[in-house]
């Protein structure tokens, strides 16, 4: 009886491994990633850009603007929303380094100012809606993912992302959900979006 149920739990953790082994090979394998179409244009936002990256972990140097301002590493998904809101804002943020999910900060209440970004932030699940231009952070991963809400209806939002994968889109929709005065983004992990003041 012992015996078997030792099997059983080495069983499912090596099952659990297998799991996670395939889980960091469909994020970082190559997948036939066709490495000559990083950088094509594949989305664009109000004039703004979205680069093809393969594979997430890709990185093909930094991004610096004219005025030496840092974009961050380019066709990642931080350096399309901060390139998005220099670009269409002229916006530069007073902490121009962080990985996606360092974009929100949970100490900060609700509807208050985040000064590293200089832009104010709603909790997921706030009384403020989302609207288009914000920025959504997601704990997805080890530096979470951010990205630009592109579309927002009373049941639904659409983003606009860059580097989402080498098989995945450049957009994406979730429920909008209004509830007991809170409107949540129904989706995995996301922290809360961020706006312009």
């Not at 909790?123 to 997805?140: A, E, F, R, Y």
Request: glycine fraction near 8%; charged fraction near 25%.
């Amino acid at each position: 009886m012992l015996l078997s149920f030792k099997k059983i739990i080495f069983s499912i953790i090596v099952l659990l491994m297998l799991l996670g082994l395939g889980f960091h090979h469909f994020v970082y394998a190559d997948l036939n990633v066709d490495e000559s179409k990083i950088g094509m244009v594949v989305d664009e936002l109000n004039g703004v850009k979205v680069y093809y990256n393969g594979t997430t972990n890709h990185v093909s140097g930094r991004n610096v603007a004219k005025d030496g301002y840092n974009l961050g590493l380019k066709y990642q998904c931080v350096e399309f929303i901060k390139r998005y809101y220099y670009e269409r804002f002229n916006h530069k943020m007073p902490d121009s380094y962080g990985h996606a999910k360092d974009f929100f900060d949970d100490s900060i209440p609700d509807g208050s100012l985040n000064p590293k970004r200089n832009l104010l932030q709603f909790h997921n699940g706030s009384p403020t809606k989302p609207q288009v231009d914000d920025i959504i952070v997601l704990d997805w991963s080890r530096y979470g993912h951010v990205a630009i809400i592109s579309k927002v209806t009373d049941t639904d939002i659409e983003i606009i992302q860059q580097n989402p994968g080498p098989t995945a889109s450049s957009r994406a929709t979730f429920p909008l959900i209004y509830k007991d005065g809170l409107w949540k983004i129904d989706a995995f992990r996301v922290l809360g979006y961020l706006r312009k003041r």
